[in-house]
């Protein structure tokens, strides 16, 4: 029997989130989101959620406010949030970073496409 769940997404053809991700790839465990060329402004509005997510820059900067630390999130850099953690982003310059969340974001009816 083969496995029938490899896809390709490409990320012009992904579909995109409601708070404008783009969902690029989405399995039993893990969901993986792009976000790209996120505008600064006001500190996001603090929250916990019931996963875990990792991501990765690709350009901008950004700070975490993760429990109590501050982090400033350049290119190159990676970060880690744990489930349940009480956390909030503000973008400080145009950002673009990849995320993955594990169980998927999505299935807690968060970020439907």
Not at 4 to 11: D, G, P, Q
Not at 24 to 34: D, E, F, T, V
Not at 58 to 86: D, F, M, Y
Request: charged share 20%; no cysteine; aromatic share 6%.
């Amino acid at each position: 029997m083969s496995d029938t769940t490899v896809i390709k997404v490409t990320s012009e053809a992904a579909p995109i989130g409601a708070m404008g991700q783009k969902h690029l790839a989405l399995s039993k465990k893990l969901a993986m989101r792009l976000w790209e060329n996120e505008q600064p402004g006001e500190t996001k509005p603090e929250t916990q959620r019931p996963y875990e997510a990792i991501g990765y820059v690709i350009s901008g900067r950004a700070e975490l406010h993760l429990e109590g630390q501050t982090v400033v999130l350049e290119p190159g850099n990676s970060w880690v949030v744990p489930e349940g953690a009480s956390h909030t982003y503000k973008i400080l310059e145009p950002f673009t970073a990849v995320e993955v969340t594990t169980p998927p974001a999505v299935v807690h009816g968060r970020d439907q496409a």
